[in-house]
């Protein structure tokens, strides 16, 4: 069979037979994308205005909305208390504000339960905004019209950015459910 | 796409109970989370030690990227530089004759200041850095201007220090881990910092607006004396910077001082200097007394976070 299409026994995640996913990679890999997208914009030097929207958070979002039932209800607080340590934001502010995020995601899809890309989009946009302003009031910096003035491209970069981290999201489950255990 | 059929409860008792606890638990999380906000916003710095082990852990990876930064930024300074090579050899030559002459000029009144100083019996200590680190990350995401530098308390760093950059002032150390710390910045909107204008003795206050420029507030209400490109020096005022270091320059007036733009500007800067504080003595004696500590002296009255560090610190010595 292999001789004639090499393909014949494999999917998308690899060869079928006498193959498993490694268990490891499939707990692990939302999670770990998850922080290593809160410590990346750590990286950027932002002297004059914030730069980058909470890549940490959109990256929730997107596994959150590309798998659903995947992360638990209640995954926002840990993940959020691990964003606090490195976001510069007072500790406890992204524990709060994941957390109701991923209830407010749960209420959304029980209301409408078939969704598609459109609908999804919008969920992330509406809440990765409200997150933004929520953000900006707790982090305990007097709040000057100033501030938002140029905190706002970080709402606008986010609902932009939000589709590319959806396929890279995407992306990583292929690879988090890719066959690379080998069954003796 | 319609959820799993595993994640509808149906008539199934257990399924019921798990969605139940998932929502209590996420409920708990962030009534929990609500609790340790209002902590860290009543007592910044409360959670100090764990976010110094998470910098300690980032630095290393961030002065990589610092480094990779600097090599890229001298790279395209020096494409850039060969488009206007010609007009700019003429101007520069032109800026060193009279930068030589300035320089001749300087070495007279260094001349003379020692001489006068030796008259007063004054002398001038150089101080020495604490350390020379690398800036290695900010808060980029934050509304918050914090940046992690890569030198912590095992170089000698404490809470409060003032950082420098070969242009100017940066920031004040905040929160030390053991490799790295963070630093205020003077962009962040709780930085205050005590300034005088470099040719006389007109006093204001730099804070931080949140968008990377500086509100001077004049101390002295009246007619404004400032005019646009001013240089604003620090003053001294409050112990933790020695004074004379440049901060700012006025790029506008307004009826109260004016707006500042920055002289060091961090995302420009490499490496940064730590200074030892500049008379701690005249700190503690200001921590001291609790009741009546004369706020307008302390270089930063807004930022409870590093006035609460520094003066747990001056408590402990």
Redesign the interface.
């Known amino acids: 069979m292999e001789r004639l299409d090499p393909r014949a026994r494999s999917d998308i995640y690899g060869r079928r037979i006498n193959r498993a996913p490694a268990p490891w990679r499939v707990m692990s890999v939302p999670y770990a994308s998850i922080m290593l997208a809160s410590?990346l914009?750590?990286?950027?030097?932002?002297?004059?205005?914030?730069?980058?929207?909470?890549?940490g958070f959109l990256m929730l979002l997107a596994w959150r909305m590309v798998r659903?039932?995947l992360l638990?209800?209640?995954a926002?607080?840990?993940l959020?208390a691990?964003d606090d340590?490195?976001?510069?934001?007072?500790?406890?502010?992204?524990?709060?504000?994941?957390?109701?995020a991923?209830?407010a995601i749960?209420r959304i899809?029980a209301r409408f339960?078939?969704?598609?890309f459109w609908q999804d989009w919008f969920t992330a946009s509406v809440i990765a905004a409200c997150y933004w302003l929520a953000?900006?009031l707790?982090?305990?910096?007097?709040?000057?019209p100033?501030?938002l003035?140029?905190?706002a491209p970080?709402v606008l970069i986010g609902v932009l950015l939000y589709p590319i981290i959806a396929r890279m999201v995407a992306g990583l489950d292929r690879f988090r459910l890719s066959r690379a255990r080998t069954i003796d | 796409m319609a959820p799993p059929s595993s994640r509808r409860s149906g008539f199934s008792k257990k399924a019921q109970y798990s969605l139940f606890t998932g929502y209590l638990l996420a409920g708990a999380g962030a009534a929990v989370g609500a609790g340790l906000l209002a902590l860290s916003l009543w007592q910044p710095a409360a959670f100090a030690p764990v976010r110094g082990v998470a910098s300690d852990v980032v630095a290393p990876v961030g002065a990589g990227t610092a480094a990779a930064r600097g090599g890229g930024q001298s790279l395209f300074a020096g494409i850039a530089a060969y488009f206007d090579a010609g007009r700019q050899n003429a101007e520069l030559r032109k800026e060193v004759e009279i930068a030589r002459i300035r320089l001749a000029e300087a070495d007279a009144v260094a001349a003379e200041n020692r001489r006068l100083k030796g008259l007063l019996a004054l002398s001038d200590g150089e101080t020495k850095p604490v350390a020379v680190a690398r800036l290695v990350g900010s808060t980029a995401t934050s509304g918050r201007r914090l940046a992690y530098v890569n030198a912590g308390s095992a170089g000698g760093v404490v809470p409060g220090m003032p950082v420098l950059s070969e242009r100017g002032v940066i920031g004040r150390v905040l929160e030390v881990g053991r490799i790295s710390s963070r630093v205020l910045l003077l962009t962040d909107s709780e930085s205050v910092l005590p300034v005088r204008r470099a040719t006389d003795n007109v006093i204001a206050f730099a804070e931080g607006r949140g968008d990377g420029l500086l509100r001077i507030r004049l101390v002295n209400l009246g007619v404004n004396p400032l005019k646009v490109g001013d240089m604003m020096v620090t003053s001294g005022a409050g112990g933790y910077y020695r004074p004379g270091v440049a901060v700012a320059a006025i790029a506008k007036l307004t009826p109260d001082g004016g707006i500042a733009r920055l002289v060091a500007e961090p995302a420009a800067t490499n490496f940064v200097s730590i200074l030892p504080v500049h008379q701690p003595a005249a700190i503690r004696e200001l921590a001291e007394p609790e009741g009546d500590v004369p706020a307008p002296l302390s270089p930063s009255p807004a930022s409870a976070a590093s006035a609460a560090a520094v003066g747990a610190q001056a408590r402990e010595e």
Do not use: K, N
């Open positions: 410590v914009p750590v990286l950027l030097i932002a002297d004059t205005m914030p730069l980058a929207p909470s890549f659903p039932g638990p209800l209640w926002g607080a840990p959020g691990f340590l490195v976001s510069g934001q007072p500790f406890g502010s992204a524990i709060l504000l994941w957390s109701l991923m209830i749960e899809e339960p078939w969704r598609g953000s900006l707790v982090s305990g910096a007097s709040l000057t100033e501030m003035l140029v905190a970080q």
